[in-house]
């Protein structure tokens, strides 16, 4: 099809606002799937995307469409997640794009991953359909939305009010993409330009990259080089998503499909690579993605040790598919050997994990996260430390910074205190208040980036019935009196589940850490005392007692020297037992860090 006549576009919203709903309708309005096949969340096709009703990753369909007019298009769709832990995802889609549904629900109005979005499809300067979506519910506010719109600079004179559940209005979102979204460039005589914008491993095909063409075309048994490495490859099978997996013996400028190049290593593509013709390259390579810095960090530790080179190539594997997450070895006294990986947030680590357990057949301890701190030493060096084992002696610190956000908190009036008053008690400094509307309020603070990354977003939409959202960036760091809290077994520190923590929070975390552990940590055979110190100064303790055999029960009667003989030996049994037995720490014990309520 000539590129006059294709059209490239993606979905862009906050969370729960309607994408995936959204793209099942226009799916069945092109008759993209059979009535069999239909089920919600039709291009979530992750199991656990399906579970916990979220976007994860972003998935790519080319659909056929009929205008009104009768004329023919070839509409290539992306729908991308909303939680701002995904933000990655969306960015490296909206490249692949002429133009974005920003969809709406006229029940909540703007949020805060709708504002980050936006900007986002604005960098890339892409066309913007507003798609007020959510029109059949009894307490839609349109009118309100399209204030609120026109506010953040967007017009709103060709905006489109849908249903997404019941149907209503999506003929005219599939006419306002085909008329508002300009056509790719037609630049198929170019040498080949493409850009892998997605790529995961298959076990049989190897190494499968998504990408767009943006110059030239390519067909199967082409030979085509990787730009950044100069290796390379000769095309397999080039093909599409129609959302199913289809052959194709061409991909030309303008369209999105897949490619698969015979590459076993998974360390010799990239996203953001750009692909280009082996015989005839082009002059220079696509702009490509920034690179991502992991916010919160977390060891992932394989259960058996004989798992570890298994856990290391599912990383890979894993990297391949989401390249916004990082890992490196590293080892613990307590857990032996495994991988510190980054992360952009707390709900991105749990993904990975659950992940690499479901795909991969894993048993993983994950420790507490923890994010990135500045240590400035005594001599003037700065480090930075990911890990509280590897801070340094206090005696060579002159300070630790920590990272700090600025948060920006989209919320009804009726919840402005108690949002107050959660950030206030998280160390926050207030910013900005602005009532965007009579109802919409806008609250910016500057918080420490730790303080958030446990279980702020939980708290803040309990503490707003689910109305309040979040964005947040990073602004720096801050000097902050902050120590090492650590935790002893019988004496001996677990550095798997050393945290650093603000002073005067420090002996309350100490102390309900302890008794939370207390409640997770089995009963042995041997007494188990578990303290929380400072340094050399134990600040909490508790001790789980021992499992105990009546060795009396043979004496009956008689001389109660005997009795006490017995129960000395016993005694003595237990000390010995303590000496040398080894404390077996559940999971739970490394994730209570994330239960100690405020």
């Known amino acids: 099809m000539s590129a006059e006549n294709i059209r490239n576009f993606c979905i862009i919203a906050h969370i729960d606002h309607g994408k995936s709903t959204l793209a099942d309708r226009i799916l069945d309005k092109t008759e993209a799937i059979t009535a069999r096949e239909k089920r919600a969340q039709f291009l979530d096709s992750m199991e656990l995307e399906q579970e916990r009703g979220i976007t994860i990753k972003a998935q790519a369909v080319r659909l056929r469409y009929k205008s009104k007019s009768g004329k023919p298009y070839e509409l290539n769709l992306i729908d991308t997640p909303g939680h701002v832990d995904f933000t990655y995802e969306v960015s490296k889609s909206l490249s692949a794009c002429e133009g974005a549904l920003l969809v709406v629900d006229v029940a909540q109005g703007v949020q805060a991953q709708t504002v980050a979005n936006l900007y986002l499809a604005l960098d890339n300067n892409l066309t913007i359909i507003p798609v007020l979506n959510k029109i059949d519910l009894p307490n839609a506010n349109i009118e309100e939305t399209k204030l609120q719109l026109e506010e953040l600079g967007v017009n709103t004179d060709h905006s489109v009010c849908v249903s997404a559940k019941t149907g209503e209005g999506v003929d005219d979102v599939l006419e306002a993409v085909v008329k508002q979204i300009p056509p790719p460039k037609d630049l198929k005589n170019k040498p080949l330009k493409a850009l892998i914008f997605d790529s995961w491993f298959d076990t049989y095909k190897g190494v499968v990259i998504l990408t767009r063409v943006f110059e030239g075309s390519v067909q199967k048994n082409r030979h085509v080089e990787l730009m950044s490495n100069k290796k390379k490859y000769e095309v397999q099978e080039v093909g599409l998503f129609t959302p199913h997996a289809k052959i194709t013996p061409e991909l030309s400028a303008g369209e999105v499909g ?8 998974i360390h010799d593509t990239k996203i953001g690579e750009t692909v280009t013709d082996a015989e005839n390259p082009c002059d220079k390579p696509l702009g490509g993605f920034k690179d991502v810095k992991p916010l919160v960090f977390s060891g992932f530790f ?24 990082s890992y490196e070895p590293e080892s613990s006294v307590a857990l032996g050997f495994g991988f510190r990986c980054g992360f952009l947030g707390l709900l991105h680590m749990e993904i990975i994990q659950e992940r690499l357990e479901r795909e991969y057949n894993l048993s993983l301890i994950a420790t507490a996260p923890s994010v990135v701190y500045k240590v400035v030493l005594t001599n003037g060096e700065i480090k930075s430390i990911d890990n509280p084992a590897l801070l340094p002696d206090p005696g060579k610190m002159a300070e630790i910074r920590e990272p700090m956000v600025r948060a920006f908190l989209h919320t009804p009036a009726d919840y402005v205190g108690n949002i107050l008053k959660l950030c206030i008690d998280r160390r926050g400094v207030q910013r900005k208040l602005d009532y965007l509307t009579s109802n919409r309020v806008l609250v910016e603070f500057d918080l420490p980036f730790n ?9 803040l939409k309990s503490i707003s019935q689910g109305y ?18 650590d935790i002893l077994i019988n004496g001996k520190a677990v550095d798997a589940l050393s945290f650093i923590v603000h002073r005067a929070k420090a002996y309350y975390k100490g102390r309900e850490l302890v008794k939370k552990m207390q409640e997770v940590i089995q009963r042995q055979m041997f007494e188990v005392a578990i303290q929380a110190a400072i ?42 037992m303590k000496m040398i037995g080894t404390v077996e720490i559940p999971q739970e014990a490394f994730l209570a860090i994330l239960k100690v309520d405020e």
């Not at 040790?305 to 290391?312: D, I, T, V």
């Open 258 to 265: 897949y490619l698969v190049c015979n590459i076993k290593d």
């Open 302 to 325: 394989p259960t058996s040790p004989n798992e570890y080179e298994s856990l290391r190539d599912a990383l890979e594997k894993l990297r391949l598919n989401d390249y916004s997450f």
């Open 451 to 459: 303080e958030i990354v446990f279980d702020f977003y939980d708290k």
């Open 468 to 485: 309040a959202s979040m964005d947040y960036e990073i602004i720096g760091y801050h000097p902050a009196d902050l120590i090492k809290l």
């Open 535 to 576: 340094g050399s100064k134990v600040i909490a303790r508790e001790t789980v007692k021992a499992l105990r055999k009546n060795v009396t029960a043979k004496c009956y009667g008689g001389d109660i020297t005997r009795k006490r003989k017995l129960l000395e030996k016993q005694k003595a049994g237990k000390k010995k």
